[in-house]
Nanobody, 115 residues
Framework: QVQLVESGGGLVQPGGSLRLSCAASGFTFSSYTMSWYCQAPGKERELVAVISFGGSTNYADSVKGRFTISRDNAKKTVYLQMNSLKPEDTAVYYC?????????WGQGTQVTVSS
């Protein structure tokens, strides 16, 4: 069965950096587009970044130039490098797989940006 396990969140000061990881299993990782979403308190979950199976990337306007999504197919892991973090980046970050019209989510990892 599909499993997505996020890690790497934490408390960081404004301007700091974090790298999130999402370890995947239960499907052919290299064949699928993977995404990161975030959900802040009281808000809807929203797309942060996408990486295709071929390595093409897209980002939400709010994170362009600050966040970088990448993947390691050998390790079946997708990453989100987050730089120049702002308080408004505070949210739970989720890894996402869309497969056969189904959405799969990890448990999420909390990112808090505060001084």
């Amino acid at each position: 069965q599909v499993q997505l396990v996020e890690s790497g969140g934490g408390l960081v000061q404004p301007g700091g950096s974090l790298r999130l990881s999402c370890a995947a299993s239960g499907f052919t990782f290299s064949s699928y587009t993977m995404s990161w979403y975030c959900q802040a308190p009281g808000k809807e979950r929203e797309l942060v970044a996408v990486i295709s199976f071929g390595g093409s990337t897209n980002y939400a306007d709010s994170v362009k130039g600050r966040f970088t999504i990448s993947r390691d197919n050998a390790k079946k892991t997708v990453y989100l490098q987050m730089n120049s973090l702002k308080p408004e980046d505070t949210a739970v970050y989720y890894c996402n797989l869309k497969r056969y019209q189904n959405d799969y989510w990890g448990q999420g990892t909390q990112v808090t940006v505060s001084s």
